[in-house]
């Protein structure tokens, strides 16, 4: 007699690999035995990113034993990001759930991650438990996003597990995954977070060790912050430190022609001072109403993909009735 299945949605597992054949045979064991208690039905979908090593024969061989095992394979590496968008096309899953194939994160934990799901929340973002290396780097990291995003998650760089409309109204640059969590809760949805035991990796090293990513990730933050708080009203933004430029080059205008005509001094350089100041705040109006431009075709773009979202939904509603 097979088990219960309490939730009515399927649950896509998607798990980027790059140059992990140590740990494929093993990760599809313990997703087995997840699958055989789980409250739901599954697909284990890996995405092979260009690995040099064994790791797509080691899937191809699991896929051959388990018949929830699905893959695709890049050809060269895209990167996690790239990865991930890949996997959100091919699932056939209602619920994606993002899990690496190194054995940090254990299978077991997948129906933790997904409960909430069931309870309404729209995505469900993993809380790293335990002793790791870089967790100095990491608690700084996800302290200062909680500041600019004021999200209320302690771990933006985790595991998740999220609606597919999550997905289907945020769009992705590169390495933006580990934005999820706010650019979720910018849209409207409803976060929520789990506690995750994170355990040493047995085999294999790690795919993140530059030194070069914590720049660039403070960088993406502040693209992600600016995208998602400035880029509303983008010529309001600029237009208010243009204007206070253009009025920083008024008040040093009035005092280079006070020196002028009332004491008798020149003074060139304030004369270049605002021709800079009334520079930067035309400049900067000028940026607004480009960024004006670009907001009105994103917002567009936006709204076809929701509307496109919306007639997939119907014609899924009709085709069940």
């Not at 789980?38 to 024969?57: K, N, Q, R, V």
């Not at 699991?62 to 990865?83: C, M, W």
């Not at 009105?296 to 509603?317: G, H, N, T, W």
Request: hydrophobic share 40%; net charge neutral; proline share 4%.
């Amino acid at each position: 007699m097979g088990i219960e299945r309490r939730y009515a949605f399927l649950v896509t597992t998607i798990v980027p690999a790059l140059n992990e054949e140590g740990n494929i045979d093993e990760f599809c064991r313990q997703y087995a035995e997840m699958m055989a208690t789980a409250p739901f039905e599954s697909e284990l979908l890996f995405i092979d990113d260009g690995s040099t090593d064994g790791t797509l024969a080691k899937i191809r061989e699991a896929k051959k034993q388990y018949d929830f095992i699905n893959y695709v394979s890049h050809p060269r590496n895209r990167g996690l990001t790239e990865s991930l968008l890949t996997g959100f096309s091919v699932a056939k899953g209602d619920v994606f759930v993002f899990y690496p194939a190194d054995l940090q994160y254990k299978p077991e934990d997948i129906p933790s991650l997904v409960e909430p799901i069931s309870r309404g929340a729209d995505l469900s973002t993993g809380w790293k438990q335990g002793n790791y290396n870089k967790a100095l780097v990491s608690s700084i990291y996800n302290w200062v996003s909680r500041k600019i995003f004021k999200v209320k998650v302690h771990d933006l760089n985790s595991v998740k597990a999220f609606r597919r409309e999550v997905v289907e109204q945020i769009f992705l640059r590169r390495d933006w995954h580990r934005y999820l969590v706010p650019l979720a809760d910018n849209e409207g949805f409803r976060v929520d977070e789990v506690k995750i035991p994170l355990y040493d990796r047995e085999w294999g090293s790690s795919k993140f060790g530059s030194i070069w990513r914590i720049p660039v990730g403070v960088l993406d933050m502040l693209a992600v912050k600016f995208q998602i708080s400035f880029l509303r009203k983008p010529l309001l933004f600029f237009g208010s430190i243009g204007s206070v430029f253009f009025l920083l080059g008024f008040l040093v205008g009035l005092w280079a022609v006070y020196l002028k005509y009332w004491c008798g001094e020149t003074q060139l350089p304030l004369l270049y001072l605002v021709i800079l100041l009334t520079g930067l705040g035309f400049g900067l109006f000028l940026m607004g109403f480009m960024a004006e431009g670009q907001t009105a075709i994103k917002d567009e773009v936006s709204e076809l993909r929701k509307r496109l979202i919306f007639q997939r939904s119907d014609k899924k509603d009709t085709d069940n009735s």
